[in-house]
């Protein structure tokens, strides 16, 4: 497998961006912070003018989907025993590879910045070496790239071995070589009646799904409709478990885990009377913020509270869970979770799953449907998790999405019925987080 073309992008001007970078890989890889978190918290980068934002946004990523097959270059590169020290030393090594072998960067203004950085941070012992190994990796890294599978080296194998086992070798090669690549913007529309004339004024392609795609970058706050709150943005896969729920018109639906927001947003656009429960205030704030961007917050209810406790006053028609999970669909989109998710981390989140589950069995009022998904490749938290909940419920039923026509679902459908979609579907149109959805009904 070769490694994918590089990223072109103006070059930053000063080493303000390339500093930034360096604390947001910092944050994420030593100190174990979501990067959306440690964006928000890093002054150091929301000071940038917005260029340098997105030069910082774009190593940062590439580090973070890349870093295994980084390792595995400067292992090579270094005498046997010799380490990179202190870890700021190994970042910045990175930095300069990425700008290397991944983006449309000079080799000399790669190699110079990143030296000049180590100087600036006060490691000038370590001047010479950084730059003794990125000449190194000029001169022979790209040919030791080629023989590096960025698959095997940058998926962690607890991950990969459980794809195998669950897809095969070759269905799993896919999946991984689809999260390693940048994902383009997903838009969903607030009014479905726009969706042409928003798809011309955003140089976007409507998607079989419903969703529209641009596949250009730019920031998302000076796209026309943004400010007006006509769309907001929502990957592919994760508009589908809405729209595939049929008529929603008054009728009385909770979303159990709603942030951020966007499943929420389309309940309340398509008119139903929404209560979006959420355990985490600074989330549930967010929920609140969009829907009041998006003008529609008179239909939606925000509750603080945990899922698997809290007692609606009425048993609605209609549950849509979307449970918390390792989101290994999701990786494309943030590649930090290659370095934040542990396989210990599946079992408890599987045990959260099933409450909730089974939470929403209680409280569903009887003929109810309620939606179940997750943006994990894991069935785990998919397949064997609604097997699981079928076994010890026999009042609940699965309502195939076999048969339905708005959207060519045959390639995602599971032998039982089930949405089971994949990172590498929809690939000619640049791919979707992977998903899982299962509709249930109560009898």
Not at 47 to 66: G, K, P
Not at 140 to 150: A, F, S, T, V
Not at 308 to 335: F, K, M, N, V, Y
Request: glycine share 6%; with cysteine; proline share 5%.
């Amino acid at each position: 497998m070769t490694h994918s073309a590089p990223e072109e992008l103006p070059l930053s001007d000063g080493l303000d961006a390339r500093n930034a970078a360096l604390i947001l890989i910092d944050a994420v890889l030593v100190k174990k912070q979501f990067l959306d978190i440690a964006l928000e918290r890093t002054r150091e980068y929301s000071v940038l003018e917005q260029r340098d934002r997105a030069f910082c946004r774009m190593i940062v990523s590439i580090i973070l989907r890349h870093k295994g097959q980084m390792d595995e270059l400067i292992t090579r590169a270094l005498d046997k025993g010799q380490n990179p020290r202190p870890e700021t030393i190994r970042h910045i090594l990175y930095l300069g590879m990425a700008q290397l072998f991944f983006m449309d960067v000079a080799d000399h203004a790669a190699i110079d910045t990143s030296v000049t950085l180590a100087e600036r941070l006060g490691h000038v012992k370590q001047k010479g070496f950084v730059n003794a190994v990125l000449r190194r990796m000029q001169a022979e890294g790209r040919e030791w790239l080629k023989n590096l599978d960025p698959v095997q080296t940058n998926i962690p194998h607890w991950l990969l071995s459980r794809w195998i086992e669950q897809y095969g070798l070759s269905e799993t090669a896919q999946i991984a070589q689809a999260l390693l690549s940048e994902a383009p913007l997903d838009i969903t529309v607030k009014h479905k009646g726009e969706l042409k004339m928003w798809e011309g004024a955003l140089e976007a392609v409507a998607l079989p799904t419903g969703s529209l795609r641009r596949m250009q970058g730019g920031r998302v706050q000076d796209l026309a409709g943004y400010e007006t709150g006509s769309w907001w943005v929502q990957d592919a896969a994760a508009a589908l478990p809405v729209n595939l729920l049929g008529d929603l018109q008054d009728k009385y639906v909770i979303d159990l885990c709603a942030a951020p927001g966007g499943k929420t947003m389309q309940l309340a656009a398509a008119g139903a009377q929404v209560i979006a429960v959420d355990r985490s205030p600074a989330r549930t704030k967010l929920v609140h913020e969009n829907l009041a961007r998006m003008k529609l917050t008179d239909n939606v209810e925000c509750v603080i509270a945990d899922g698997a406790e809290w007692i609606p006053p009425q048993p609605p028609d209609l549950i849509l869970l979307d449970a918390p999970c390792t989101a290994s669909g999701t990786i494309r989109r943030h590649p930090d979770l290659l370095h934040l998710k542990e396989e210990k981390d599946l079992q408890s989140l599987a045990g959260v799953q099933q409450s909730l589950l089974n939470h929403a069995a209680e409280i569903l009022k009887p003929g109810g449907t309620l939606m179940y998904c997750t943006c994990s490749l894991l069935k785990e938290e998919g397949e064997y998790q609604i097997d699981n909940f079928l076994a010890g419920h026999p009042d609940f039923q699965r309502l195939s999405f076999a048969g339905e026509e708005d959207f060519a679902l045959e390639p995602l459908l599971t032998p039982e019925g089930d949405l089971r979609i994949l990172p590498y579907h929809l690939s000619l149109n640049g791919g979707m987080d992977g998903f899982f959805v299962s509709r249930l009904r109560k009898k």
